[in-house]
């Protein structure tokens, strides 16, 4: 007993526990109160609560009991900023962006307003106008975000009413600027023709994994748009919009002009997206080297109709960097390479867009 006694003391008595004061004997009272006195002392002497280690106040984390914030408290590092807005807040995004193509940098522009509204803290609406390309590209969206898992894995889902531009390349342009040039054939122009309005379903996973308060990993902001109507393979108002023949592939090159020459297929053309759900993963990370200025990096796969073959496959790129002086207002640029799958001869950095935007919360 006494062996195992001494043990215990030896493994367990550096150990202090802190219990409630007890009022079993008039003993233990008084010496609590002695020992009460003499902290009262203490803290009479230096002005503060002695009990409380001064690190703990920074070790304690940034966000309120839940992981909720107020206006006064919304973070401005973005990492530790909450995937779904705060309830009762509202963030309002404005931007202008404009055309920066090797041959058609600023020949035309763009605007975007986005909004979020949080109705609770993991419930948000969201909402919003962005065009490109003097309106030849635009999106209206309209949906909600809500947590799956608070600050970690979100779902999103949006009504989105669209259109792609259709670029023209200085080899069939009617009217090519000055800039493009007998060995500038592939490169877009600057010019560009309305696309086909779809509507769609937009679904998406946004997910957000901090590494540490300075790094994160970003993911599945799109995912699958369902598509309720297409346009298909030599659609007719692109080919007149374009001035060239309705059609694409390469089986279609028998088709002849009014000379009888063959006529061949034109790969700037091949634009098809159908009724089907198109697959739109995206990737990418996020870092705050200092807690006012963020970079965000992501790449979005998109596969129309889920179809992989050759020329199909469409990667952009997106970087923005974002100056945040307050926790309401954050100001930014936006640079985007439009494909980096671009078709042989164009390279990855022809088709680039660039924009400016501020927004700010309430």
């Given at each position: 007993?006494?062996?195992?006694?001494?043990?215990?003391?030896?493994?367990?008595?550096?150990?202090?526990?802190?219990?409630?004061?007890?009022h079993?004997?008039?003993?233990?009272?008084?010496?609590?109160?002695?020992?009460?006195?003499?902290?009262?002392?203490?803290?009479?002497?230096?002005?503060?609560?002695?009990?409380?280690?001064?690190?703990?106040?920074?070790?304690?984390?940034?966000?309120?009991?839940?992981?909720?914030?107020?206006?006064?408290?919304?973070p401005?590092?973005e990492?530790?900023?909450?995937?779904?807005?705060?309830?009762k807040?509202?963030?309002?995004?404005?931007g202008?962006?404009?055309?920066?193509?090797a041959?058609?940098?600023?020949?035309?522009?763009?605007?975007?307003?986005?909004?979020?509204?949080?109705?609770?803290?993991n419930?948000?609406?969201?909402?919003?106008?962005?065009?490109?390309?003097?309106?030849?590209?635009y999106?209206?969206?309209?949906?909600?975000?809500?947590?799956?898992?608070?600050?970690?894995?979100?779902?999103?889902?949006?009504?989105?009413?669209?259109?792609?531009?259709?670029?023209?390349f200085?080899?069939?342009?009617?009217n090519?600027p000055?800039?493009?040039?007998?060995n500038?054939?592939?490169?877009?122009?600057?010019?560009?023709?309305?696309?086909?309005?779809?509507?769609?379903?937009?679904?998406?996973?946004?997910?957000?994994?901090?590494?540490?308060?300075?790094?994160?990993?970003?993911?599945?902001?799109?995912?699958?748009?369902?598509?309720?109507?297409?346009?298909?393979?030599?659609?007719?108002?692109?080919?007149?919009?374009m001035?060239?023949?309705?059609?694409?592939?390469?089986?279609?090159?028998?088709t002849?002009?009014?000379?009888?020459?063959?006529?061949?297929?034109?790969?700037?053309?091949?634009?098809?997206?159908?009724?089907?759900?198109?697959?739109?993963?995206?990737?990418?990370?996020?870092?705050?080297?200092?807690?006012?200025?963020?970079?965000?990096?992501f790449?979005?796969?998109?596969?129309?109709?889920?179809?992989?073959?050759?020329?199909?496959?469409?990667?952009?790129?997106?970087?923005?960097?974002?100056?945040?002086?307050?926790?309401?207002?954050?100001?930014?640029?936006?640079?985007?390479?439009?494909?980096?799958?671009?078709?042989?001869?164009?390279?990855?950095?022809?088709?680039?867009?660039?924009?400016?935007?501020?927004?700010?919360?309430?």
């Amino acid at each position: 007993m006494l062996a195992a006694s001494l043990a215990t003391i030896a493994l367990h008595g550096h150990h202090h526990l802190a219990f409630a004061k007890s009022h079993d004997s008039d003993g233990d009272d008084e010496s609590s109160d002695d020992d009460e006195g003499k902290g009262d002392k203490g803290d009479a002497d230096s002005g503060e609560d002695t009990d409380e280690d001064p690190d703990d106040a920074k070790n304690q984390p940034l966000v309120t009991a839940g992981g909720l914030f107020t206006l006064q408290s919304y973070p401005q590092n973005e990492i530790l900023r909450p995937l779904t807005m705060t309830q009762k807040l509202t963030q309002v995004r404005l931007g202008v962006g404009t055309d920066l193509t090797a041959k058609g940098a600023f020949k035309s522009a763009g605007v975007s307003v986005e909004a979020i509204h949080g109705i609770t803290d993991n419930f948000s609406v969201i909402g919003g106008l962005t065009s490109a390309y003097n309106f030849h590209q635009y999106s209206v969206y309209a949906g909600f975000e809500a947590a799956l898992a608070y600050d970690l894995v979100d779902i999103r889902l949006a009504a989105n009413l669209h259109r792609f531009a259709i670029p023209q390349f200085c080899s069939n342009d009617p009217n090519p600027p000055a800039a493009c040039d007998i060995n500038s054939g592939a490169l877009p122009s600057g010019h560009y023709q309305s696309g086909v309005t779809q509507f769609s379903l937009d679904l998406g996973f946004p997910v957000r994994y901090a590494i540490s308060d300075k790094i994160a990993i970003v993911a599945l902001q799109t995912l699958i748009s369902i598509d309720f109507n297409g346009r298909t393979r030599g659609d007719p108002k692109i080919a007149t919009a374009m001035g060239r023949p309705s059609f694409c592939n390469a089986i279609d090159a028998t088709t002849t002009d009014a000379n009888g020459n063959a006529l061949t297929a034109d790969p700037h053309n091949c634009i098809e997206n159908t009724a089907t759900p198109d697959f739109n993963p995206s990737v990418g990370f996020a870092t705050n080297p200092i807690p006012q200025l963020s970079l965000v990096v992501f790449a979005q796969l998109r596969m129309p109709d889920f179809d992989t073959s050759a020329g199909n496959l469409q990667v952009p790129v997106t970087a923005r960097i974002e100056f945040s002086p307050s926790r309401q207002v954050d100001i930014g640029l936006e640079f985007q390479l439009l494909n980096l799958k671009a078709p042989t001869p164009q390279s990855p950095i022809d088709d680039r867009f660039g924009s400016l935007f501020a927004q700010a919360r309430f």
